[in-house]
C-alpha cells in the first residue's frame, strides 16, 4: 500500500533536546506533510515538502526528503514538554489522484 | 481554532441508537473528509465530498451514512454501530478536491462510544 510508516513508534527526550522521526513510504510521490496531533485533539498541519525538494524549515522544524530512499524525517530542535503529542507523515501519489494517506505516528514525549 | 468545527466533542450511544455527527467549515473550502481514527491504526479515510458530490467512499459499512447538504457542512448519520465503530472521527477540509496533495484542516474529533 501507499501507507507512511513512522519510526519510532514512540520516543521519550528531555526538555531541550532535539527528536527526531523518520518516516519511510513505498510508492513515488508529489509531496510529503507532516502533521501533528495532541491527545484527543485534531490534526494540525506541519510542513509540506514536495518531491523535488530536499530539505524544509520551519521554525525548530526541519523536514528532509529522500526520494531514492523514499523515507523522510522530521527533527524538532530545542524540545519542549509542549512539543508532546503525536506526529503523523502523509503522502499522496504521483498521479495526485488518491487523498491523502497517513502512517501510525509517532508518540514523542519531552519530559521538562 | 482551525476554522472546522465539529459536534458533539464526545457521544456515547447503544448500539440501537440513531445519532449524527456534524462538521462545518468556515473557510470556504471545496472539498469535506470523515477520517476515523482507532487505537494503535491508521487514520483511515471513510468519505470525501468535493462541491457537494461524493467522490471516494473506502467500503465503509452502510450503518455510516454521509450526508452533505452544502459545501460548508458535512454529516455523519450513524445507526446500530457496533462496539468496534468506537473511536474518534476526524472531519477535515481541503482547499479543493483536484488537490489531494492539498493541506488538510481538521475539526478537533467526535469521540464516539458504542456500548
Known amino acids: 500500500s501507499q501507507q507512511g510508516e513512522e519510526d519510532p513508534q514512540a520516543l521519550s527526550i528531555q526538555e531541550g533536546e532535539n527528536a527526531t522521526m523518520n518516516c519511510s513510504y513505498k510508492?513515488?510521490?508529489?509531496?510529503l506533510q507532516w502533521y501533528r496531533q495532541n491527545s484527543g485533539r485534531g490534526l494540525v498541519h506541519l510542513i509540506l515538502?514536495?518531491?523535488?525538494?530536499r530539505e524544509k524549515h520551519s521554525g525548530r522544524l526541519r523536514v528532509t526528503l529522500d526520494t531514492s530512499k523514499k523515507s523522510s524525517s522530521l527533527l524538532i530542535t530545542a524540545s519542549r514538554a509542549a512539543d508532546t503529542a503525536s506526529y503523523f507523515c502523509?503522502?499522496?501519489?504521483?498521479?495526485?489522484?488518491?487523498?491523502?494517506?497517513f502512517g501510525k505516528g509517532t508518540r514523542l514525549s519531552v519530559i521538562a | 481554532e482551525t476554522g472546522v468545527t465539529q459536534t458533539p466533542r464526545h457521544l456515547v450511544m447503544g448500539m440501537t441508537n440513531k445519532k449524527s455527527l456534524k462538521c462545518e467549515q468556515h473557510?470556504?473550502?471545496?472539498?469535506m473528509y470523515w477520517y476515523k481514527q482507532s487505537a494503535k491504526k491508521p487514520l483511515e479515510l471513510m468519505f470525501v465530498y468535493s462541491l457537494e458530490e461524493r467522490v471516494e467512499n473506502n467500503s465503509v459499512p452502510s450503518r455510516f451514512s454521509p450526508e452533505c447538504p452544502n459545501s460548508s457542512h458535512l454529516f455523519l448519520h450513524l445507526h446500530t454501530l457496533q462496539p468496534e465503530d468506537s473511536a474518534l472521527y476526524l472531519c477535515?477540509?481541503?482547499?479543493?478536491?483536484?488537490?489531494?496533495?492539498?493541506?488538510?484542516?481538521f475539526g478537533e474529533g467526535s469521540r464516539l462510544t458504542v456500548l
Open positions: 510508492t513515488s510521490i508529489n509531496n
Open positions: 502523509a503522502t499522496d501519489t504521483l498521479s495526485g489522484n488518491t487523498p491523502l494517506v
Open positions: 477535515a477540509s481541503s482547499q479543493d478536491r483536484d488537490s489531494w496533495a492539498g493541506e488538510l484542516f
Open positions: 473557510l470556504g473550502h471545496n472539498a
Open positions: 515538502i514536495r518531491s523535488n525538494e
